[in-house]
Structures are given as structure tokens and as C-alpha cells.
């Protein structure tokens, strides 16, 4: 797919004139405004629950305020051939990423991509040029309006204020506000996969993903999976220093273009105009990127526990009440002590975020220490998927294999038995080792003996060394699927068209022709509306 967006950007403007608008690009933004998502189609996976709450700003009146809609996103999609998919996404200047990327990199992941003969090597280098794919295609849809941002920019007289602006040029700045509007914003992103029974998390960002383990001696090993990245990011400052930036003033400045990743996706500002970014204006080449950090796979054979996916803001929640340097044992333990007490996975992680928002509000209520950190807390999303792992009333969550029911509600037939309430705990911290470079991920070696955190000890942290392994990016491959096929199954018995209908939320042109193939020869065996001709049987959708 070819990136057409850099000739689109303001800093262009004097090349640009008028475009015609793109159909396709057109039918994906009518697709993002909608409710409507082709991912409603897929089975939600029963062995995991969400928890989220919104933004708050705490007033001295006592009143909490909301500042803007929820930009946070998720999904929780089960695949096929014991292929499991979740997210976590944590939007900035509006959902509209967010939102994009969580339809559309399911469509990379799930439509026929992932095959249960794929080696590990294979699996990260898909995962790799999803999210690759996902942000291309997403410059696409906004592409039109950067064309037209663009052009009104090189009509509009520079140095001149609104009042004094004509009529008509009034109108130009006014529909300006709109377009910046309409294409700012971006994305972290931090994804697992679990294909052949091995985990895999992919990181953009700044979110979290912590991986309990229960070990046979009744404790649980906390492994924290990637690191985030920010300016406190060694591997990160070095990549940007080899761009030729100054490390020193990234340090000192924290925030760029009013973020603190320095991976993210979309956010066209630091992708397309960096070099009339002071922080970014020497790079030679893009220092701001949405190229995953994929670790190492982690076999999950024989493992009890949960797997967390967090948002920064949940994250930041808690470090600003209790400090960073426990957050990821305190996140576990709260959630290992709500499994204790609920039936429910999703009750599991909406108490556990419940929990963080009211030790948050109390901090900041309680005029402390810490108190001038806890003003306000952005939105919060926290993901849980248990392994294996035993419920307050005894019952197993769900096995892999069986039916797909599409809530996040536990079931089984197994008799109850007494759960324990205490938590022990381990920590296993990502090393700051190694060097990550544009087109390398960076492995982290876990280890199983660290030590351990019993109550009225300090938890002690142990560092473990990382290993380099280079993935090469070429074409993803696509294949239809038994997922595609139900999809595309449905619209045909709802009598419905994908090329007129505006289904264009899969994120490439080519799965779109795949999408049409499908329900040509679908039309062979159904009638519009879902009625089954005489003379054929329709397909099964089961």
C-alpha cells in the first residue's frame, strides 16, 4: 500500500492543489462515524473481562468533572485454530484511533493470516506489519483532509488575525479548525496474541501488559512484558539519538508534541510536519513511529494465572497514589484478591479499576504527600484473561475448545471449592539492556527464581538480561478464513451488499476483493434478505 499522506501534510502545502476525494478512504471514514463495526461479527472470548472508567478531574468544590469522551479502546476476539486476540488502546485528542485500529488490526490478525504451522519468527513479523498496515491505512482515510487543510493553509494570509480576516477568508480559517480537528489524535497500542498455545505481546506506547504466574509453591510471579516507551527509555533515546536528536532535550522536555511515547500511531504531526517540531526538527528520519516492540513468545503449556493489558491511564492512576515502584504487585494482587471474592471476570476487572479511581480520590482528598499528584486521572481501561485459573466459586474459567459464547461471563460444571484470599508475590522486571533499533525487537529473557514478596517485606526487584532478534518485513499473508466466510455469510442473509453498503472497515484493498469474491459465490447459494434458494442449500454459520 503506498503511503500517500507526506505530500498531503501543511509543510507541503505549495505542491498541493485539489484531489479528487478518494471513494474508499470516503466509505472508511462514513465506517469509523458509525456505530456499525464488521468486528460485532466476531466471538468474543469468555475467558476474559474488561473494566473501565472515564476521565476525572477532582474539584475543590467537590464536584468530579469529565473532560472529554473516553478515548480509551479494547478488544477481546477469539480467533481460529486456538488463535486468541486483545487489545488495549489509549487515545489522545479524541477516539477516533483508537477506534480505527482496534477494527482494523483485528482484520490483519484474524481474517485467515495466522496458521497453526506459522513459527514464532512468522507470527512476530504478521504481527509486525499489522500494525504497519493499520497506520497506512489509516493516514488513507484522513488523507482527503489533509489535502484540503493543506490547501486552505496556502490561501489563507500568514500573520493576519481572525477579525481582521475577510469574510470569505473567515470562513476558510473556520472550516481549518475543523479539519485539524478531524485528523489530529493518535494511539499507543499494546496487543497479545496467543497462537499454539505461546503468548506474544506487541507494544506501541506506553500501556502495560503483566503476566502472573502461580508457581508450585502457592505464589504468584509477576512478569512485566516490554517497557514503555518514553524518554525514560534508554533502548528508545539511543534509537532517536542515532536519528541525530538531541537525548538531553528529550530527557528534559519529557512530553513531545504533548505526548510521552515515542511509539504511537497516527498523530500526523510527528509523523509527517517533525521537522518543524523543535524537539524533532534535526531527525533524518521519522524519530516518532508505530513499529511494535514484539517479545519473545512465552509458552503457556501448563501455566496457571492472568494475563493484564492496562492502559496508561490505569497505570498512572496508580503510580500517582501510591508511588511506581510497587504498582504492577499492587494491580496483581487486587486482582487476584477480587478473583477470590467474584463469579464474574468482568466484575473481576471493573471492581479492580473501581478500586484504583477510589484509592486515587482518596489520596487526593487526604491533602498528603502525594496528594498534589492525584488532581486528576485519565481514562482507564484494564483487560483480564485468566489462565487456567480458579474463580471465588470454584468453577475453572472456560477450556479453549467448546462453544463461543459472546459475553465475558465463566461457566463451567465443576464442583466449588475454597479459594484462598492471601497473595504472594514475585516480580520480574524487562531489562533496560540491549539496543532496539527501527526493525528489531528487543527479547526479554524471564526467569523463573526471583524472589519473592510476603507481607511487611519490600518486594525486591531482579533484572534480567535481553537478547536481539531481527525480523525481516515483506508482504503479510491473507487468506479467506472460516472467519471471513461467516462474516461475509451474514451480510449476504441480512440481503446486504459489502461494495454498496460501505463495509470498508477491513484495512486493505486486497482483503476487500477477498471480501467481494466470498460474496459473489455466496449469491450463487442465497437470496437477498437470507432466504435459502430451493434448489440449494445455503451455508452453514455455525
Not at 482528598?365 to 485519565?378: D, K, P, T
Amino acid at each position: 500500500m503506498r503511503n500517500r499522506c507526506a505530500r498531503l501534510t501543511p509543510m507541503n502545502a505549495s505542491v498541493v492543489v485539489h484531489r479528487v476525494p478518494s471513494k474508499m478512504a470516503s466509505q472508511r471514514r462514513q465506517m469509523m462515524q458509525s456505530h456499525q463495526s464488521w468486528t460485532d461479527d466476531l466471538p468474543l472470548c469468555q475467558m476474559c473481562g474488561v473494566g473501565t472508567a472515564p476521565n476525572c478531574t477532582y474539584g475543590p468544590d467537590g464536584k468530579d468533572t469529565q473532560s472529554h469522551p473516553n478515548e480509551d479502546g479494547h478488544f477481546r476476539f477469539r480467533g481460529e485454530e486456538g488463535c486468541f486476540l486483545y487489545g488495549v488502546f489509549n487515545g489522545f485528542d479524541g477516539s477516533r484511533v483508537s477506534s480505527f485500529v482496534s477494527q482494523c488490526l483485528t482484520a490483519e490478525l484474524l481474517l485467515g493470516q495466522l496458521k497453526s504451522t506459522h513459527t514464532d519468527s512468522d507470527v512476530r513479523r504478521i504481527l509486525s506489519q499489522a500494525f504497519d498496515v493499520v497506520e497506512k491505512s489509516y493516514f488513507e482515510t484522513i488523507g482527503d483532509a489533509l489535502a484540503e487543510k493543506a490547501t486552505i493553509i496556502s490561501q489563507l494570509p500568514e500573520g493576519v488575525l481572525f477579525h481582521q480576516l475577510s469574510p470569505q477568508s473567515q470562513k476558510l480559517s473556520e472550516r481549518l479548525k475543523d479539519l485539524e480537528q478531524e485528523v489530529s489524535g493518535g494511539a499507543t497500542a499494546v496487543v497479545a496474541l496467543i497462537h499454539n498455545n505461546k503468548l506474544y505481546i506487541a507494544n506501541v506506547g506506553t500501556n502495560r501488559a503483566l503476566l502472573c504466574k502461580s508457581t508450585s509453591d502457592g505464589q504468584n510471579q509477576v512478569i512485566q512484558i516490554g517497557r514503555p516507551h518514553t524518554t525514560e527509555n534508554e533502548d528508545e533515546l539511543q534509537r532517536l539519538a542515532g536519528l541525530g536528536l538531541d537525548v538531553s532535550g528529550l530527557r528534559q522536555a519529557a512530553l513531545i508534541a504533548g505526548q510521552s511515547s515515542t511509539r504511537r500511531i497516527g498523530d500526523y504531526r510527528v509523523k509527517y510536519n517533525y521537522t518543524d517540531i523543535d524537539l524533532l526538527s534535526a531527525a533524518k528520519n521519522k524519530p516518532i513511529i508505530a513499529e511494535p516492540e514484539i517479545q519473545a513468545s512465552q509458552s503457556l503449556e501448563g501455566v496457571t494465572g492472568f494475563l493484564l493489558l492496562m492502559s496508561e491511564g490505569l497505570i498512572k492512576a496508580l503510580e500517582s497514589a501510591h508511588g511506581p515502584e510497587q504498582a504492577n504487585q499492587e494491580m496483581v494482587a487486587m486482582v487476584a484478591a477480587e478473583l477470590a471474592q467474584q463469579g464474574s471476570l468482568e466484575a473481576v476487572a471493573q471492581s479492580v479499576v473501581e478500586r484504583v479511581k477510589r484509592l486515587h480520590h482518596d489520596v487526593y482528598a487526604s491533602g498528603r504527600q502525594r496528594a498534589s499528584h492525584c488532581s486528576r486521572h485519565e481514562d482507564m481501561t484494564l483487560l483480564i484473561r485468566t489462565l487456567n485459573y480458579t474463580l471465588a466459586d470454584g468453577a475453572l474459567t472456560p477450556t479453549q475448545g467448546g462453544r463461543i459464547y459472546p459475553v465475558s461471563v465463566p461457566y463451567s460444571n465443576c464442583p466449588s471449592s475454597t479459594s484462598k484470599t492471601s497473595v504472594t508475590l514475585s516480580l520480574v522486571m524487562p531489562s533496560q539492556g540491549g539496543t532496539l533499533t527501527n526493525g528489531t525487537n528487543t527479547a526479554s529473557t524471564l526467569e523463573e527464581g526471583t524472589p519473592t514478596h510476603t507481607p511487611g517485606q519490600s518486594p525486591t526487584t531482579t533484572l534480567h538480561s535481553t537478547n536481539n532478534q531481527t525480523t525481516q518485513s515483506s508482504s503479510s499473508s491473507s487468506g479467506d478464513g472460516g472467519s471471513l466466510f461467516r462474516w461475509v455469510a451474514r451480510w449476504v442473509r441480512e440481503g446486504k451488499n459489502p461494495r454498496r453498503d460501505g463495509f470498508y472497515s477491513v484495512s486493505r484493498k486486497i482483503m476487500f476483493t477477498k471480501i467481494s469474491t466470498v460474496w459473489d459465490s455466496l449469491q450463487t447459494a442465497w437470496q437477498p434478505g437470507g432466504a435459502a434458494r430451493q434448489d440449494r442449500a445455503g451455508p452453514s454459520l455455525c
